[in-house]
T-cell receptor, first 115, second 115 residues
Framework: DTEVTQTPKHLVMGMTNKKSLKCEQH?????MYWYKQKAKKPPELMFV???????INESVPSRFSPECPNSSLLNLHLHALQPEDSALYLC??????????????FGEGSWLTVV | AQKVTQAQTEISVVEKEDVTLDCVYE???????LFWYKQPPSGELVFLIR??????QNEISGRYSWNFQKSTSSFNFTITASQVVDSAVYFC????????????FGKGTHLIIQP
């Protein structure tokens, strides 16, 4: 079983809604990530948090707003999304974001559908 | 720039056959890390193995084995005596900047094991 927990597993939202995806890990990891995965494509990096600070934003539209309240939690706030934002959103964590030897562990993902 | 190529889009074999998934990578860094992940239909990316650029030893774990060859920039994955539960999409990934840069994924190979 994964030690990275994501909620909700499935989310359907309208284009005017505001919703959030949540991620939690209790492995003592200090780096957390959001990836987006479209059908039949590999995951694409969106954001990296290192020691609770945003270190990478891969030019993600502002309708996606990440938040890291503490070292165990990572949120992705969603507002005014488009149907093309429908995808699997994967949260991940690793010991730290500054060492190549770290393994990145993924959660089960949140399936998002924008209608 | 880094690149991972998984030329096999889909492989279908009958249960108990051996199958090899190919992965070829490109990087200018001398220190880098290679990974294999399994993604079943549920969506979770399951970590299988990490190999660093200094360690060319092959590895075996049960029915799984990995062949890392720097001379050909390849990191191939073999499943011996395949089982239906092995059916999934398998991703090869590369990082040289640690989690700080995220993972560069190949496009994935969809493995179908028929009973």
């Amino acid at each position: 079983d994964t030690e990275v927990t994501q909620t909700p597993k499935h989310l359907v939202m309208g284009m005017t809604n505001k919703k959030s995806l949540k991620c939690e890990q209790h492995m003592g990891h200090r780096a957390m990530y959001w990836y987006k995965q479209k059908a039949k494509k590999p995951p694409e990096l969106m954001f990296v948090y290192s020691y609770e600070k945003l270190s990478i934003n891969e030019s993600v539209p502002s309708r996606f707003s990440p938040e890291c309240p503490n070292s165990s939690l990572l949120n992705l706030h969603l507002h005014a999304l488009q149907p093309e934002d429908s995808a699997l959103y994967l949260c991940a964590s690793s010991r730290a974001a500054d060492r190549s030897s770290n393994t990145i562990y993924f959660g089960e993902g949140s399936w998002l559908t924008v209608v | 720039a880094q690149k991972v190529t998984q030329a096999q889009t889909e492989i279908s074999v009958v249960e108990k056959e051996d199958v090899t998934l190919d992965c070829v990578y490109e990087t200018r860094d001398t220190t880098y890390y290679l990974f294999w992940y399994k993604q079943p239909p549920s969506g979770e990316l399951v970590f299988l193995i990490r190999r660093n650029s200094f360690d060319e030893q092959n590895e075996i774990s049960g029915r799984y084995s990995w062949n890392f060859q720097k001379s050909t920039s390849s990191f191939n994955f073999t499943i011996t005596a395949s089982q239906v539960v092995d059916s999934a999409v398998y991703f090869c990934a590369l990082t040289s900047g640690g989690g700080a840069d995220g993972l560069t994924f190949g496009k994935g190979t969809h493995l179908i094991i028929q009973p």
